[in-house]
């Protein structure tokens, strides 16, 4: 507003001030026109003065006045006559400080001048106007334009800054925001609800609420985030808990059998079964440490073996196995194509993955049930006719140390079997889901063939 105000005065009054010296000069030229002894009208403050030539009359001498009416003038002093002298005869017209007088617009021409006795002779005319009344305009103008100027850009400013105020003024909310989320204790513990930016400024289509969505929206992602690195940590402790107590019990059923074997060394009935315990229990511990060792594997991303593994005839092996094993429950191999179904993997893994599935389709349906192994062209289906699994507990089946019940009792197992399945079949870049319903389990999945 201020270089722009600057920009329009400047500009208007150099051409004011252009117009006013040009209206100016027609008149000091009119002037100059006449001869200082030429009885005509002239404009008050006018100034008149002739200068010789050589050649002239005698009686043509140095001559000048300033005249305050019409026809009345003041001689101009010597001072101001030998100024006058020296200004150049090109008909130009320009400002110059006369002596005792001021600055006048003069023009200096060569021409014939009427004499007081009635003759005429050549000689320099010098004919002005004083520049007071242009220069009381271009002050008075210039004053009005500073002060328009000053009361328009105060004004400018004090509208500007209100309206700014008002506009900006939602942004004060987001940052208060932003400042509560800052102070929040975020580094541990349970996850806060974290305040969001209200919805009346976060609405998208304007400035303001554009980053007001964009603070909600990363607000979002960080309690997202916090979710899950805190459900993260609870799993690892309970994952800790779990697997200190799977370890307790068979060490503290080896110490309890050593201790008996070591106080009744002459009951060798009694030391036979204490040692037989202690190999069980043994073996049962290295299972268990070999699955937490294989799941630690997966879970740095260490990577498996890649081959081409036959997987029908890694099915049909396995269910062979199981119909010897267990054949109190009616087991049935099928396919969707008479072609073997090829993918690419770990075939010791894949092998226990099936292995798993397939005991635990043993060990948690009664005896009689169905078990459907069903090869599809890109993995695997084992569907069951047993119970199926709890509604609470088949959100978290695939979760390690998950059993059905609190008494940590389900059937000799661990609770690592599904989720060793879950941590493979990932590992090869498949995925494995689970529907389950009474009377109907399925256990799905997908390998990249």
């Not at 105000?5 to 009119?30: F, M, Q, W, Y």
């Not at 105020?165 to 987001?174: D, F, K, N």
């Not at 507990?393 to 140390?401: G, K, N, P, Q, T």
Request: glycine content about 8%; aromatic content about 4%; hydrophobic content about 40%.
């Amino acid at each position: 507003m201020a270089a722009v105000s600057v920009l329009i005065g400047t500009v208007t009054a150099v051409a004011i001030h252009s117009s006013l010296v040009t209206r100016l000069d027609g008149e000091v030229r009119s002037i100059s026109n006449l001869g200082p002894y030429e009885p005509r009208n002239r404009p008050p403050g006018a100034l008149q003065a002739g200068f010789p030539q050589p050649g002239s009359p005698p009686t043509f001498r140095a001559a000048g006045s300033i005249f305050s009416d019409q026809r009345q003038g003041a001689p101009l002093s010597a001072a101001a006559l030998n100024t006058l002298q020296h200004v150049p005869t090109d008909g130009r017209a320009r400002n110059v400080e006369v002596p005792g007088v001021g600055t006048y617009r003069v023009v200096a021409t060569i021409g014939p001048i009427t004499l007081t006795d009635g003759s005429t002779s050549v000689g320099m005319v010098v004919g002005g106007l004083p520049l007071t009344e242009v220069n009381a305009t271009m002050r008075n103008l210039i004053t009005w334009e500073l002060m328009l100027t000053a009361f328009g850009v105060v004004i400018a400013g004090a509208a500007g800054s209100v309206l700014v105020r008002r506009q900006l003024r939602p942004l004060r909310e987001v940052a208060a925001t932003a400042h509560t989320a800052a102070r929040l204790p975020l580094a541990k513990g349970d996850v806060v609800e974290i305040a969001r930016v209200p919805s009346d400024i976060s609405e998208s289509g304007t400035e303001v609420g554009d980053v007001g969505s964009a603070l909600n929206t990363l607000l979002d992602h960080v309690e997202t985030s916090l979710a899950v690195r805190h459900r993260s940590e609870q799993q690892v402790r309970q994952f800790v808990a779990d697997a200190s107590h799977e370890l307790r019990t068979p060490l503290t059923t080896i110490a309890g059998y050593a201790e008996l074997a070591q106080a009744h060394p002459e009951d060798k009935p009694a030391v036979e079964v204490a040692w037989t315990k202690v190999r069980d229990e043994s073996a049962r511990m290295t299972r268990l440490v070999e699955d937490l060792l294989l799941l630690a594997r997966l879970d740095a991303g260490r990577p498996l073996q890649r081959e081409s593994v036959d997987l029908s005839a890694l099915l049909v092996e396995a269910v062979s196995d199981a119909r010897v094993v267990d054949p109190d429950r009616k087991w049935t191999l099928t396919s969707e194509s008479d072609d073997p179904v090829l993918v690419l993997g770990d075939d010791q893994r894949l092998h226990q993955v099936v292995t798993n599935l397939l005991s635990n389709a043993t060990r948690y349906t009664p005896e009689g049930s169905n078990v459907t192994v069903r090869v599809r062209r890109d993995g695997f289906d084992v569907h069951d006719d047993g119970p199926g699994f709890p509604p609470d507990l088949a959100s978290r089946a695939f979760e390690r140390f998950v059993r059905g019940d609190e008494a940590r009792n389900r059937a000799g197992g661990t609770g690592l079997g599904l989720s060793l399945v879950h941590a493979i079949v990932t590992a090869h870049g498949g995925t494995v889901t689970l529907a389950s319903a009474p009377g109907s389990t399925t256990i799905a999945v997908r390998l990249p063939t």
